[in-house]
């Protein structure tokens, strides 16, 4: 990207996303409590987040994900990875209110479930009720077949054998101001992690786990919308699947 450019002020048709793939149509991030798989990220939305919100939500990752994609190895140069995603966000409004840079998670139990993580993770950033949700997300993902495409999706971008880099974004709205705490994950695992969801981390692992706060800047991103959408396109629905709560309607 060029250095040049301001927040609000981007050359989108600029930015390398790579091929654009094909896919079956995305159905939308479900009404109420639920989540959708972003490439190698699970949002997570509570029930306050309009619909345009969850949108721009789950297009804001996608877009950051591809670009950081395009310029680092997201497995094995984590490191040098999240600088361009995060930069990505910031460049299309999100503004970072907190951040936790990364440090190594210290188990309480050995093996480590990747859920506990996660949770453990945005426990400091998110209250009971949220955390709540993550977890009731993160299992329905968990439980979902391998080849469900929501999981296909989740497992082919968030990890790469011994190496993995995901995110989960946890979503709220509070009066038209829209609110993410982020939490950023990058692992190295002395053994294959044949499935994410459901990976248990040994002694031998790294762990290294950060969050953010960011809070969306509408007058910034309100004029991309549109460009941004345009953007990805079809990437859109080769790389988003919606998650329901288990137990609850799909309707």
């Known amino acids: 990207m060029n250095e040049s450019e301001r927040p609000g002020r981007v050359n989108l048709a600029a930015w390398d996303l790579g091929p654009e793939p094909g ?72 503004v970072v209110k907190e951040h936790s840079g990364f440090g190594v998670h210290r188990p309480r139990r050995i093996p480590c479930p990747v859920e506990t993580v996660v949770l453990e993770t945005l426990e400091p950033v998110s209250d009971e009720k949220s955390g709540e949700l993550v977890a009731a997300v993160w299992k329905s993902l968990a ?48 053994r294959d992690v044949p499935v ?25 991103y309100a004029p991309l919308r549109d460009d941004i959408t345009a953007k990805l396109a079809s990437r859109v629905d080769a790389f988003v699947r919606p998650v329901h709560i288990q137990g609850e309607s799909c309707a």
């Open 143 to 190: 439980a979902l077949p391998d080849d469900d495409r929501a999981a296909v999706i989740f497992e082919e971008n968030g990890k790469a054998r011994t190496a993995g880099n995901f995110q989960v974004l946890l979503v709220d709205e509070t009066a038209g101001d829209v609110v993410v705490r982020l939490g950023r994950f990058r692992f190295r695992s002395d």
């Open 23 to 94: 896919g079956a149509p995305t159905p939308p991030v479900p009404r109420g409590d639920g989540g959708a798989v972003d490439a190698g990220s699970l949002v997570v939305v509570t029930a306050a987040v309009s619909e345009e919100h969850r949108t721009d939500v789950v297009h804001s990752a996608l877009l950051a994900q591809l670009v950081a994609d395009r310029k680092h190895d997201r497995h094995r140069d984590a490191e040098a990875w999240y600088p361009v995603y995060g930069d990505t966000l910031e460049r299309i409004g999100w």
């Open 196 to 220: 994410l969801r459901k990976a248990k981390f040994s002694a031998r692992s790294t762990v290294q786990r950060g969050t953010q706060i960011l809070h969306l800047n509408e007058q910034v």
